[in-house]
């Protein structure tokens, strides 16, 4: 069965602090993904990897920062978190290979992680 | 001009009807399109793709495809109250890295 963890489901923070965000699959995936989402906004990609040690920006990248040491791992880190990035952050695996018959390429996801900046 | 449209809702419809989703792209040369279903308080989950033009089908479940006008559509059948959840149009475009997602349609099946 596969699986994506993300550290912790629900976090609250402060403003200016530190905050790191972990995620893992055991798929052994190339590509993963960091996505916050907003009501009315939908999932916007923020970084994405496709292999270790190489990281993309991707559509909303400011006040983030991202690391991805081993391929199973890839963490996001908010440098100095701010109110407007409470959000819902989701992380996504997703293979380079076609899936099976089904050419999917599915994404799959990581159950969340809700955080609060005070 | 947003990549990826979708109508909010909340879409609602009774219990046993047929529910209709549906997505337009701006991007022309996209080639992969997805439909993912997201309960309130998970994750999205992946329950169709589709790249020709045409239908396909998978259950109660038909995904259809018109590249010419760029829109793709979702149909429910017998709509169960299970179905009810947001539903996520995703778009990979001529870049294969990248798969955009619109804003979703919420759904609620009345029974």
């Known amino acids: 069965d596969v699986k994506v963890t993300q550290s912790s489901r629900y976090l609250v923070k402060r403003t200016g602090e530190k905050v790191f965000l972990e995620c893992v699959q055991d798929m052994d995936h190339e590509n993963m993904f960091w996505y916050r989402q907003d009501p009315g906004l939908g999932l916007r990609l923020i970084y994405f990897s496709y292999d270790v040690k190489m990281k993309e920006k991707g559509d909303i990248p400011e006040g983030y920062s991202v690391s991805r040491e081993k391929k199973e791992r890839f963490s996001l880190i908010l440098e100095s978190a701010s109110t407007n990035q409470t959000s819902m952050y989701l992380c996504?695996?997703?293979?380079?290979?076609?899936?099976?018959?089904?050419?999917?390429?599915?994404?799959?996801f990581g159950p969340g992680t809700r955080l609060t900046v005070l | 001009q947003k990549e990826v449209e979708q109508n909010s809702g909340p879409l609602s419809v009774p219990e046993g009807a047929i529910a209709s989703l549906n997505c337009t792209y701006s991007d022309r040369g996209s080639q992969s399109f997805f439909w993912y279903r997201q309960y309130s308080g998970k994750s999205p989950e992946l329950i169709m793709f589709i790249y020709s033009n045409g239908d396909k089908e998978d259950g109660r479940f038909t995904a259809q495809l018109n590249k010419a006008s760029q829109y793709v559509s979702l149909l429910i059948r017998d709509s169960q109250p299970s179905d009810s959840a947001t539903y996520l149009c995703?778009?990979?475009?001529?870049?294969?890295?990248?798969?955009?997602f619109g804003p979703g349609t919420s759904l609620s099946v009345i029974p």
């Open positions: 996504a695996s997703r293979t380079d290979e076609q899936t099976g018959t089904s050419g999917s390429n599915e994404q799959f």
């Open positions: 995703a778009v990979r475009g001529t870049s294969y890295d990248k798969v955009i």
